[in-house]
């Protein structure tokens, strides 16, 4: 038994609260009884639940999973510019859609899932996940270049500064942040003068993109970030 505002809210297309507010306003039927009464319980293998006429199912089994994008796909179900999206890269049956952005020219790992919440939790600021990328850039990298780096930028957004900073070489760079401003990595390095020519995102959280090649996935576990 499990109660029915928290079945409508595990479909994954109504908040807790949304449903609490159309069972109280008799928009929710139970097989063919409406039902107003906050805190009625259900069986959801046997009871049928039913939004404007249409019958409400369950959510698919959650399903987590860990892209490597290639340079040139956008993150986005659908591009009106007809531009090649990472959906294209994974099964289409599952309900996935794209954890946060990975712009179209950068590379790297990106989850997807069909899990809202978890989405939800992964982008919200106070969880500050780090995010670790590779930084290739066309100049030589000047020590005063690098030491602007580590002071930080100011962007539109307000100071971008990195949590780690590392030089692997004359044209390479490893930068941690937690933000996850607009092209954050690409607007810091303009600021002080280098233009990235390739950016690829290796770690988010604690999960590696390790030997993943480009455009292929592999299924994670929900803790695994």
């Known amino acids: 038994m499990i109660r029915l505002n928290k079945f409508l809210a595990s479909t994954g297309k109504f908040s807790r609260r949304l449903a609490d507010e159309l069972i109280a306003a008799g928009k929710i039927k139970v097989n063919d009884q409406v039902v107003a009464k906050l805190g009625t319980m259900i069986d959801p293998e046997t009871d049928q639940v039913f939004y404007l006429g249409a019958r409400v199912l369950p959510q698919p089994k959650k399903v987590y999973l860990v892209l490597h994008k290639p340079k040139g796909f956008v993150t986005t179900k659908k591009d009106p510019e007809g531009r090649p999206t990472v959906m294209n890269l994974v099964p289409r049956d599952l ?104 950016l690829v995102r290796v770690k988010l959280g604690k999960l590696d993109l390790g030997t993943l090649p480009a455009g292929k996935w592999q299924f994670i576990k929900e803790e695994d970030v």
Request: one cysteine or more; glycine letters at 8%; a positive charge.
């Open 95 to 198: 309900g996935l859609f794209p954890v946060g952005r990975l712009y179209q020219y950068s590379e790297g790992l990106l989850l997807l899932t069909n899990d809202g919440d978890w989405a939800e939790k992964l982008l919200h600021p106070r969880y500050e996940k780090t995010k670790e990328y590779s930084v290739n850039v066309t100049q030589k990298i000047t020590p005063e270049q690098l030491a602007r780096l580590r002071q930080g930028v100011f962007l539109s957004e307000g100071l971008a500064k990195p949590d780690l900073l590392r030089l692997v070489a004359d044209r390479q760079l490893i930068i941690v942040i937690h933000q996850g401003w607009k092209r954050q990595i690409r607007r810091m390095c303009e600021e002080v003068g280098l233009t990235v020519t390739r």
